[in-house]
């Protein structure tokens, strides 16, 4: 009988303390997932989920004034909303990012300098088509056809690929930098559509003259990518200088072409930025472009 009732008192002792740590357990995550004031966190969260927004909250509330301000920021533009389901609060405080001009204004170099700067996820239409056409997929064939007759890609066969790409993880958690897209007004406004919300807009400014002059001279590496210039900065190795390639759509009359359709479609895409667009002088030295870039982005980011 005694043994009998120690065992239950230990019994219930265990019990006891297996509903303190719970509740412990319930109290101490409920505190961790707190919502700042001004994001917006959806209501239907699994349990992965959960306990990867307590890692990102935590994280967060280690300068949660920052957080504050850019989740104060991002709602006063009403940005957030649709990211909301996958990026908790960390969504808000990652840079979104548009950086904008013509073939060869420098936007290659630019965003090297951003990406390394910021680690948001470098995206380029460009690099994503070519890919598809070197693989000769459907998609890449149809846009193979406008790249060689030096043409613009239709909105079609890009906007569906960048929007999934958005929503994937990498995006959500480091921020984005769109390299060259939107192009168009459509493309603008079907960006916005699908709630996706930009920080900064840049445009980088190049006169004509000087933007034929980079492209024609433009070389690429087949076996790293690099891009050279026979002018400003051609390879120092023999062995490369032989292998380099010009892009079929580089030559003078098919840049006219694409400054043609570029400036025709440019000025009505700033137009949907207006409030968060920076024009940058893309004819100074890259390290001074950069500089202008870095500190508008800091503005808006702080």
């Keep these: 009988s005694h043994h009998l009732h120690q065992h239950k008192s230990i019994s219930d002792e265990a019990k006891m303390k297996s509903v303190l740590a719970l ?7 409920d505190a961790f997932t707190t919502t700042p004031s001004g994001s917006v966190r959806s209501t239907a969260t699994t349990t992965t989920s959960s306990f990867s927004r307590t890692s990102i909250v935590l994280e967060a ?13 991002a709602a006063s533009r009403g940005y957030g909303l649709a990211a909301a389901d996958d990026s908790g609060d960390a969504g808000k405080s990652v840079p979104r990012l548009i950086i904008a001009g013509a073939p060869a204004s420098g936007k290659g170099t630019q965003c090297e300098i951003i990406k390394e700067k910021y680690g948001v996820v470098h995206l380029s239409t460009g690099d994503m088509l070519r890919a598809a056409v070197a693989a000769g997929t459907e998609v890449g064939n149809q846009a193979k056809d406008f790249m060689d007759a030096g043409k613009l890609v239709p909105d079609e066969v890009i906007i569906g690929v960048v929007k999934d790409r958005l929503d994937e993880s990498d995006c959500v958690e480091t921020g984005w930098l769109l390299d060259g897209f939107p192009r168009t007004p459509a493309q603008a406004e079907a960006l916005a559509d699908a ?6 807009f840049i445009f ?5 003259d000087i933007l034929v002059e980079r492209v024609v001279g433009r070389r690429t590496d087949p076996e790293t990518g690099k891009i ?5 900065s051609p390879p120092e190795d023999e062995e490369i200088l ?3 390639e010009q892009r079929s759509d580089d030559t003078e009359e ?3 072409v694409r400054l ?15 409030d968060i667009s920076v024009e940058v002088d893309g004819t100074k030295s890259p390290a001074d472009v950069s500089t202008t870039i870095v500190e508008a982005i800091d503005a808006v980011l702080a």
């Design 242 to 244: 032989a292998r380099l």
């Design 228 to 232: 050279y210039h026979m002018t400003f």
């Design 61 to 73: 509330s280690r300068n949660k004034d920052k957080v504050a301000s850019r989740s104060k920021w």
């Design 23 to 29: 509740l412990l357990l319930l109290t101490s995550a």
């Design 204 to 208: 980088l400014n190049v006169p004509d």
């Design 195 to 200: 709630g996706v919300s930009a920080d900064c």
């Design 254 to 256: 098919k840049v006219k």
């Design 260 to 274: 043609e359709q570029f400036h025709a479609n440019v000025d009505a895409v700033k137009g949907s930025y207006t």
